[in-house]
């Protein structure tokens, strides 16, 4: 197959180069449409980021809870089944 006179040819390096700028450029978009492209931006990521773990804690400490209160009840139902068993029989 005959390669075209027309055909553009470029190098690795250039195709590199390209991609580059084409995704810091779309990169650089994104992040202006979502409001991070500003100095305060490393500061907004890192609040997100605090948020997040701290919100992953609560969910860790609610399901503690959550597992504790069902214990207890259940412990202080069978402690009361028992002493109303055995409050005849002293």
Do not use: P
């Not at 907004?44 to 992953?56: A, E, G, H, T």
């Amino acid at each position: 197959m005959a390669k075209s006179q027309n055909a553009a040819m470029i190098t690795k390096v250039q195709l590199v180069k390209m991609l580059e700028e084409a995704s810091d450029k779309g990169a650089t978009k994104a992040l202006c449409r979502i409001g991070l492209h500003d100095e305060d931006a490393v500061h907004d990521v890192k609040q997100l980021r605090n948020l997040l773990d701290n919100w992953r804690d609560t969910k860790k400490t609610v399901a503690s809870t959550i597992v504790k209160v069902v214990t207890v009840a259940i412990l202080g139902f069978i402690t009361l089944a028992s002493w109303s068993e055995f409050k005849d029989k002293l």
